[in-house]
Every structure is written in C-alpha cells, then in structure tokens.
C-alpha cells in the first residue's frame, strides 16, 4: 500500500521464510532500477539493480523482477535473516535522474 | 577514504543562519550526489557533480541552496537564511561512475540539521 508521512508499509515474516517486496514505479521511460537497503540510522546500502532489457537478475539470496507492462518491481529476498530487517527502497533511473520511491519496512522475527 | 564522510553528523541552528554541510566522497569517485530525506521518506535529489562540474541542481529547493566542489573532490552544500523547513537529513553519495542512473551509489551517514 501506500506510505503517508511516518506510517511506511511493513513486511513482517519469519525467519528463513522468503520475502518479496514490491514497488510500483511511474515513469515508463525509465531504463535502470536498483534496490536499496537502509537499516536504522545508516545510509542506503545498494542491493542489486536492473536494466529495462531484462525481467529478472539474480544476486545472492536476492531477486529482482521486472514487469514493464505494469510498471512493478519487486525484490525477492531467499531464507531471509534477522539482518535483513531494514527499509527498503527501490528507485528508478533515466540519464539524469534516479527517484526513490516511498520504501518498504521488513521486520524479521526469528 | 573507505567511505564517504560527511561532517557534521548533526547540526542544530537557528532559523535565518547559513548553515555549510560538507562531504568528502570515496577516494577516486567521480560522481558525487546530494539528496535530503525526511523520517520514512526515500532520498529525495538535489544535485550532483562530475568531478568539479555541477551537472544538475533541479532538485535544489530554492535559491538559498547551493552547492560546490572546487577541486572535484570534497563537496559542500550550503542553505543560507535557514528556515524550519530545511529541518532533515542530508545525505552525500559518490559513484566511480558518470552517471547517476547506472553504477552503484555509496551513501555516507548523512548530516542531521534541524533548524530552530
């Protein structure tokens, strides 16, 4: 769902359950998409990206699929861990711009 | 250095004061970036560098942000006439490459103003 001000979406699993994140993006001329990690209090961290000739790239234990025809990102997370508990923030890049979208809280409960 | 600093961690001024946020990237990086995020909200542009060339500020506010980096390495950020609004965390990145829209963006801690 959306985000407003503090309240952000929140993905609550388990630990070693798989977890997928999605995001919607807005800008169909968009080529590049990257997903970022933010734990409390640090910087983003870069996870994995993709470009538009694709519809899936693998990282270790991550996932990204990209469907164009809807405009929908979403980020697969394998067994995920008790440090995998963040803000994660997918963004969307031309030449000149990337655009953070609103991000997506993951809690892991272990 | 090993990552990019940025300096100070937090500020706390009051409103009409000039405020110098600074920024040293990765060493050799030749792009560097500055966005603000607010609590819960993703980073959001400003402006970025190729090395000591300022290729878009669309994302500064107004004229009372601007930005410079001289030498093409260190950057600062200056908001002069503070004002409540400015209140956030701003947040310095540095990329090897020459484009924000490929290669991986290193993020530092970021810099916590809050304007009184």
């Known amino acids: 769902g959306e985000s407003v001000g503090l309240h952000l979406p929140t993905l609550s699993v388990q630990e070693g359950d798989n977890s997928i994140i999605n995001c919607a993006y807005s800008?169909?001329?968009?080529?590049?998409f990257i997903w970022y990690k933010q734990e409390s209090g640090k910087g983003p961290q870069f996870i994995i990206d993709?470009?538009?000739?694709?519809d899936k790239r693998q990282g270790q234990r991550v996932t990204v699929l990209l469907n164009k025809t809807v405009k929908h990102l979403s980020l697969q997370i394998a067994a995920t861990q008790p440090g995998d508990s963040a803000v994660y923030f997918c963004?969307?890049?031309?030449?000149?711009?990337?655009?953070f979208g609103k991000g997506t809280m993951l809690l892991v409960s272990p | 250095g090993a990552g990019v600093s940025q300096s100070p961690r937090y500020k706390v001024t009051k409103r009409g004061q000039d405020v110098a946020l600074r920024c040293d990237p990765i060493?050799?990086?030749?792009?560097l970036y500055w966005y603000r995020q607010a609590l819960g909200q993703g980073p959001e542009f400003l402006t970025y560098?190729?090395?000591?060339?300022?290729?878009?500020k669309s994302g500064l506010p107004n004229d009372r942000f601007s930005a410079e980096r001289p030498e093409g390495s260190i950057s600062t950020l200056t908001i002069q006439r503070t004002e409540q609004r400015d209140s956030a965390m701003y947040r310095c990145?540095?990329?090897?490459?020459?484009?924000?829209?490929?290669?991986?963006?290193?993020f530092g801690e970021g810099s916590r103003l809050t304007v009184l």
């Open positions: 990145a540095s990329s090897s490459g020459q484009s924000r829209a490929t290669g991986e963006l290193f």
């Open positions: 800008n169909s001329a968009s080529d590049y």
């Open positions: 993709i470009r538009s000739n694709m």
């Open positions: 963004a969307e890049g031309g030449y000149s711009t990337l655009t």
């Open positions: 060493s050799g990086h030749v792009s």
């Open positions: 560098f190729n090395y000591e060339a300022q290729q878009d």
